[in-house]
């Protein structure tokens, strides 16, 4: 997949971060544990002329073998004292290199001239997070979620806090045990029942265990796709987001409706579906508002996608009216 330049430099930009830290603290450390064992150095030192003594072996003449042997066995027993005074700080790598978040390439992104997997996963990401909406809600995760929001009242058999508790639950094991062969869900529900917070829940628990996420209203999205097609701005939207691992489109049916972004849809919808990668989409239609974007999308929506009901009332007007009464006091 081809990358804008933007993000090789923010990839790149993160490799040289990770790179330099790794080299810092490397050299941080050193010097805090020579400062503390002044002895460290002498043993580096000691090692450091092995080679020279080695040379000098050879040009004296003598028995070469036993006289590099000896040697050996002295750097040994250095190697082995270092060690010790390192365990004794809890080091257990006798050595001062720096720990490279990527160790075959040592964070440089290219390993025996070519591009390193770690880059390419950064390049990925990197992608991805451009092209997703995540800021929209920066705090939403499992924890944040709010089950007191939800009336405990019972509506048929069970209160909606009971049903979304359930919800909640059934997310965050999906989350947590994610990956390709998970099932596409549909959120379905009112204004302000939690769709939204618990899709950016799921993108960053999934984000986290470094899988590629795109995540964004649908308007946005389709948005982005229509100007890149129409030549109005430069890029592979479309692409990335039936290459992603989880492509969350959020709240459906409230984007403007064209030819345009239907087939977009469609395209987005089904060609995931046969590449097996699972797609969320929330969305406060219900099945027979559903059916206006036709038969093919509709059916494969209903057919593929397992469906949760979020219940309750609008979050977002109890949050304010909570802000207002605080406001008052
Ligand atoms: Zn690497």
Redesign the pocket.
Known sequence: MGYSREVYDAAFAELQRRRTGAQTKATALHERMVNKHPRIREIEREMANAAIRVSRAVLNGGDVIAAVERIKNKNLTLQAELAEILAKEGIHRPNFEPRYA?P??E???Y?RNKV????KALLREEAFKRLSYMGTMKDASFDSLRLDYYPDTPRSKMSPRDCMNEVFAYCKSYADDFDLNSPSLLFRGATGTGKTHVSLAIARCVINAGLGVIYGPVQKLLHQIEKEHFGRANGNSQDMMIECDLLILDDLGSEFSSPFYTSCLYNLINSRMLDGRPTIISTNLNQNELERYGEQITSRIIGTFVPLTFVGRDIRQIKLREKIKQGIE
Not at 116 to 119: K, S
């Open positions: 990527c075959s390439c964070d440089t992104g390993c390193c997997d770690c880059f």
